[in-house]
Nanobody, 127 residues
Framework: QVQLVESGGGLVQAGGSLRLSCTAS????????MGWFRQAPGKEREGISC????????EYADSAKGRFTISRDNAKNTLYLQMNSLKPEDTAMYYC????????????????????WGQGTQVTVSS
C-alpha cells in the first residue's frame, strides 16, 4: 500500500517560516517526481511546486517563487517544502503527491499529473 504522510504544519505568524515534510512508503520513491499542493476552503486545489525524481529540476507557482523551496532526500524517502515569509493567504491544507512520471511534466500543477496523494497537513498564518 502506498502511503504519503505530511507533517510540519501548524500555526505561524505572518513573516514566519515552516518546513513541511512528506514521508513516502510502499513505492520506489526515486521513480517519481513529487509535488506540493494546497487548498483553502472554497478554493481549487492549487499546485505549488514540483521536483524531479533526482532533485535536479524544480517548478514553482508564481505565488511560491522566491519564498518557498522544494527539496527531497531520496535516501530518506522524504520530500520537503521550506516556506519562508509566510502570508495569511498561504493558509491552507497542504498536500504532497507522487507524479505519474519521474519528471515535472506540463501537468505538474494539475491534480491529473499525480498518481498518489497524502492526507494533508494544515498551515495557518495569522496576521
Amino acid at each position: 500500500q502506498v502511503q504519503l504522510v505530511e507533517s510540519g504544519g501548524g500555526l505561524v505568524q505572518a513573516g514566519g517560516s515552516l518546513r513541511l515534510s512528506c514521508t513516502a512508503s510502499g513505492l520506489t520513491f526515486d521513480n517519481y517526481a513529487m509535488g506540493w499542493f494546497r487548498q483553502a476552503p472554497g478554493k481549487e486545489r492549487e499546485g505549488i511546486s514540483c521536483i524531479w525524481w533526482s532533485g535536479e529540476a524544480t517548478e514553482y507557482a508564481d505565488s511560491a517563487k522566491g519564498r518557498f523551496t522544494i527539496s527531497r532526500d531520496n535516501a530518506k524517502n522524504t520530500l520537503y517544502l521550506q516556506m519562508n515569509s509566510l502570508k495569511p493567504e498561504d493558509t491552507a491544507m497542504y498536500y504532497c503527491a507522487a507524479g505519474v512520471t519521474g519528471y515535472c511534466t506540463d501537468s505538474w500543477s494539475l491534480r491529473g499529473g499525480y498518481k498518489y496523494w497524502g492526507q494533508g497537513t494544515q498551515v495557518t498564518v495569522s496576521s
